[in-house]
């Protein structure tokens, strides 16, 4: 997986929306001026949501200059929290979450009530 190859030891989400068209220098400089952090942390992958919630951006530095990630979802859309506009850690489990398309914060699964039978061969 992507975390053995790069050597990623720390995710971390940008809460809240970004504007996905901004490059590495953009996205270095929202990592610093809004969420107050160190863009140039080895090991630490920042990831950011736009509105349309099916793709993410992704920024690692690996030591000699970074490496973006994109990942566009063909159906279906990422739960990203928008409560806040903070950075907020990962773990393991929580990334792996987000990567199912749950709310890594607060993964829920929806309860579905049935409803009655339709054909005419289920009715008792």
């Not at 970004?18 to 953009?26: A, E, K, N, S």
């Not at 160190?38 to 530095?61: A, M």
């Not at 987000?98 to 008792?124: A, D, F, I, Y």
Request: aromatic residues 8%; hydrophobic residues 35%.
């Amino acid at each position: 997986m992507l975390e053995d190859a790069a050597g990623i030891r720390r995710v971390v989400i940008a809460c809240g929306y970004v504007d996905l068209r901004q490059g590495i220098d953009g996205l270095s400089m929202i990592i610093g001026d809004r969420y107050h952090q160190n863009p140039f942390e080895k090991g630490t992958l920042f990831l950011f949501c736009g509105r349309r919630s099916d793709r993410i951006k992704g920024l690692l530095w690996m030591g000699d200059g970074f490496l973006q990630l994109y990942k566009r979802l063909e159906a279906g859309s990422l739960s990203w929290p928008r409560t806040s506009e903070e950075a907020v850690d990962l773990t393991e489990e929580q990334f792996r979450y987000l990567m199912m398309g749950l709310n890594p914060l607060n993964p829920k699964v929806r309860e579905v009530t049935p409803q009655k039978p339709t054909c005419s061969l289920c009715k008792t």
